[in-house]
């Protein structure tokens, strides 16, 4: 791992959350689809560290995201940035404008079954994924 | 020549690719694919029954366009779907229907959950790939099987293991 890499690393006990813009990633009982962890287009799985942020305050920047977009913001599904860590993969804090605690979950491994491996494990951990807020979906 | 196919037979195999180039193998194999679409229909033995087709058509109809899941995931493929009925035109009959979804790289997958710790998705790929990842309890498997037009029996194992008929 690169200085900056370091600089940027994410610790194991922070708490993660992806955002959920898709019905269809959620199961009837709101367990999540291992579908919603899967890293393409990019390399990398955006997601927004919970750090200091009140509940309220995570909805928020779901909804700026899903505004952004003209989509429905489902729901949120948390995790912690030590399952990442279990698989090999690296949680790296990568800030932008309208969200400071957005970060990367990279290094994931090139094919398709191992993806699908680390997507069901970290899908395991979320349990039920949270429900947006009436006002925000 | 009369053929005569019971419908265990049909239960038994998934859809069987013909290996011969006779008019008997192709008329066998022609019907063997007649009676399993009749099969298919059917509300109890068959997929198609279920309405699965209609689900499946629907997910791909949602993910056709590009950033269908808000994070620039890629549109499901025309080939992506036709290969996803075949796959499901191969499985055995009987067969608890799957939940269908898509991935952002453009796959389409069937997922069949009984709880987090015992679960498989299968994702159909335009390339006609099947990759696959099962959790059964501490277990785990996961791989890639070429889709040939028959159901691959790791895939159809580790479904029944999931979900015991």
């Known amino acids: ?137 | 020549m009369i053929l005569e196919m019971t419908a265990s037979a049909l239960l038994t195999y998934g859809a069987l690719a013909s290996q011969g180039n006779s008019d008997t193998a192709r008329f066998i194999a022609e019907q063997l694919q007649s009676g399993r679409h009749h099969l298919q229909d059917s509300q109890v033995l068959g997929l198609y029954g279920k309405g699965v087709l209609n689900d499946l058509f629907q997910v791909y109809e949602e993910c056709l366009t590009p950033n269908w899941d808000g994070y620039g995931a890629l549109p499901v493929s025309e080939t992506a779907y036709i290969l996803a009925q075949q796959f499901l035109d191969a499985l055995p009959l009987g067969m608890p229907p799957p939940s269908f979804g898509a991935e952002p790289d453009g796959h389409l997958t069937m997922e069949w959950h009984h709880s987090v710790r015992r679960t498989i998705s299968v994702s159909v790929s335009p390339e006609g790939e099947l990759h696959y990842a099962a959790i059964l309890g501490s277990n785990k498997a996961y791989g890639t099987e070429v889709f040939y037009g028959e159901a691959p029996k790791k895939i159809v194992d580790l479904i029944y293991e999931v979900i015991p008929s």
């Open chain 1, 1 to 137: 791992m690169t200085d900056e890499e370091t600089a940027n690393s994410v610790s194991s006990d922070e708490l993660l959350a992806r955002f959920i813009l898709y019905k269809r990633y959620l199961r009837q009982d709101w367990t999540v689809k291992p579908d919603a962890f899967i890293p393409h287009p990019w390399p990398d799985l955006s997601v927004t560290r919970h750090l200091q942020l009140h509940d309220a305050e995570l909805w928020m920047i779901g909804r700026t995201v899903a505004r952004q977009i003209a989509k429905a913001l489902h729901g949120r599904a948390d995790f912690s940035a030590a399952v990442a860590r279990q698989h090999k993969l690296l949680v790296v804090a990568a800030p932008v404008l309208d969200n400071p605690n957005h970060a990367n979950i990279t290094n994931w491994p090139p094919d398709k079954p191992a993806q699908k491996a680390i997507a069901q494990e970290i899908a395991a951990s979320v349990g039920k994924a949270r429900k947006a807020p009436s006002d925000m979906s």
